[in-house]
């Protein structure tokens, strides 16, 4: 079965500076999605973004980046030039072929102003 | 507005009760979910639908029913709840796109007494 694991449980980071946040999975499909979204206090998810597995170049999103190993399961999140409104929980997710979409256990951010 | 909304936002229930969160979405979106989180697990799914009248178990399918007898709703019943069942409910839908990600109601917080 697909699993999804975070290592971080928590993680802190000086404004401005930059983390990375990781994610692997165990998977025997060759092609699937993965995602990381952020949850603020207010509980409300937001995708943070996406990445096709059949796709060499990773994802970027403004201050958000993607390294994407294929051969080595893992996802790991970037996130440049912190903000304070970067303070949540990340979780990563994987989509199976099955259209399930499974979540690893998050790391939450703190940011240090 | 268009969204998707989960109602109640909150809710207090005893052991041995039946109680139905409700989850509509106004996007016509084929797939829909139900997840918990709980701390120290991120979000597990319960159930999932890939269509009306179709629907699968997730990870945790255990004391809940679903029910899809039309598109836009989706709610998840307890049957009888019991303590294990507190936690934060999360229903989400998503369009049937390779690459689309999940959109997200605002969740409903039961707690059972």
């Known amino acids: 079965a697909q699993t999804v694991t975070q290592s971080q449980p928590e993680m802190s980071v000086q404004e401005a500076e930059t983390v990375t946040l990781s994610c692997t999975y165990d998977?025997?499909?060759?092609?699937?999605?993965l995602f990381w979204y952020k949850q603020p206090p207010s509980r409300q998810m937001i995708l943070v973004i996406r990445?096709?597995?059949?796709?060499?170049q990773n994802a970027t999103e403004n201050r958000f980046s993607v390294n994407f190993q294929k051969a080595a399961k893992s996802f790991s999140l970037k996130i440049s030039d912190s903000q304070l409104g970067d303070a949540a929980m990340y979780f990563c997710?994987?989509?199976?072929?099955?259209?399930?979409?499974?979540f690893g256990k998050g790391t939450r951010l703190h940011i240090l102003p | 507005d268009a969204g998707i909304t989960q109602s109640p936002r909150y809710k207090i229930t005893e052991t041995g009760r039946q109680v139905t969160l409700m989850c509509h979405q106004t996007?016509?979106?084929?797939?829909m979910f139900w997840y918990r989180q709980d701390l120290g697990h991120g979000l597990r799914l319960i159930y999932y639908?890939?269509?009306?009248?179709?629907?699968d178990k997730g990870e945790v399918p255990d004391g809940y029913v679903v029910s899809r007898s039309k598109t836009e709703n989706f709610p998840l019943t307890l049957e009888s709840a019991t303590r294990s069942q507190t936690s934060v409910y999360f229903c989400?839908?998503?369009?049937?796109?390779?690459?689309?990600?999940?959109?997200f109601g605002n969740g409903t917080r039961l707690t059972v007494t």
């Open positions: 990445q096709e597995a059949y796709k060499q």
């Open positions: 997710a994987y989509r199976r072929v099955d259209d399930k979409i499974i």
């Open positions: 639908s890939a269509a009306a009248d179709i629907t």
């Open positions: 998977t025997s499909e060759s092609d699937y999605y």
């Open positions: 989400a839908s998503r369009v049937d796109r390779n690459n689309s990600p999940l959109h």
């Open positions: 996007w016509s979106h084929s797939y």
